[in-house]
């Protein structure tokens, strides 16, 4: 079990570490995006008149009441400020640390993140594998913004993810060139079947907010991934050093 | 050795041997790390999806 605690161990530094820097990012870049979107959304539907004729209006017109984007509606939700950056950092760091995990293990079986420019490699590949390929066809939405059925999206989603990491295995590590190849047939097949998209696209969100949420999410992104990489970097030497001077013979 | 000595298992058996025990271990950890990411990015309970809300859409998951 020593490999599997190591692993363990160094994944949870890492994660922890990129989750926090990514936190700080989004706290300050896509966060207030969403809350800017999140004004169109609640105003959306509050454009309908309120007026005398409430009384003898049809049911009907109470639905649109409904925002799009209802999943506020019941349940549990932190309120906003403090509690609401709380949960997520703490999404950062849990899934900081689960994204360091995979990137461990794909990493150790290619013999481990030795050097700092490795783990920018490293962590480029995660970058591409996580939000770039999938960002294609699905790129970030504010809230508001129309979507297909969430299922299908989910789907192609991990399908893209799936691939885009075989993929790119194979053109790096591919020993034959039509191994090669075959990689990059599986970077393109995702787009080729192409993600699920809304009927329409057309929403209370300006584009321009939209592109910036693009940018920003992909951006803070790649730095989330070369922090990452960088700290498997830094910290693999030195839990390989405690491993070692510890136990040197025990596997 | 020089391969046994730079990896995350302390140094020991022959690199056949060392791989095959490697295996489980990672494929665990690899395991650890797709649950919890499933878990937070991808969850349809509603307390989850909502404390996770910003996070979700700043990671770009699908949401909603």
Known sequence: MTLFRNVVF?????????????????????????????????????????????????????????????????????????????????????????????????????????????????????????????????????????????????IWWTGTVLATAAGLALVVFGRASWLAIGGIALLVVPHLIGAPQPESHESPIPEGLHHQFVVAVTVTNLVFWAVLGVMTALLRNRVVDDAVTARPRLA | MIMTTSTLAPAGASVETHTQAQTLPLMMAALLGLLVIGFVGFSHIEAVHNAGHDYRHSMAFPCH
């Open chain 1, 10 to 154: 160094l994944a949870a530094l890492a994660g922890l570490c990129a989750g926090l820097v990514m936190t700080a990012l989004q706290v300050t870049s896509t966060v207030p995006l969403i809350l800017q979107a999140e004004t169109f959304e609640n105003a959306a539907p509050e454009a309908h008149e309120h007026g005398a004729a409430d009384a003898t209006a049809p049911v009907s017109s109470e639905a649109p009441a409904v925002p799009a984007h209802e999943h506020d509606e019941d349940g549990w939700a932190p309120a906003d400020g403090f509690e609401r950056t709380a949960f997520t950092a703490l999404a950062n760091i849990v899934t900081g640390i689960g994204f360091a995990l995979l990137l461990v293990v794909a990493s150790e079986f290619a013999g481990g993140i030795t050097t700092l420019r490795q783990g920018l490699l490293w962590g480029f590949a995660g970058f591409a594998v996580f939000t770039l390929a999938p960002g294609l066809g699905l790129p970030p939405e504010l809230p508001a913004m129309p979507a297909a059925e969430l299922l299908p999206r989910q």
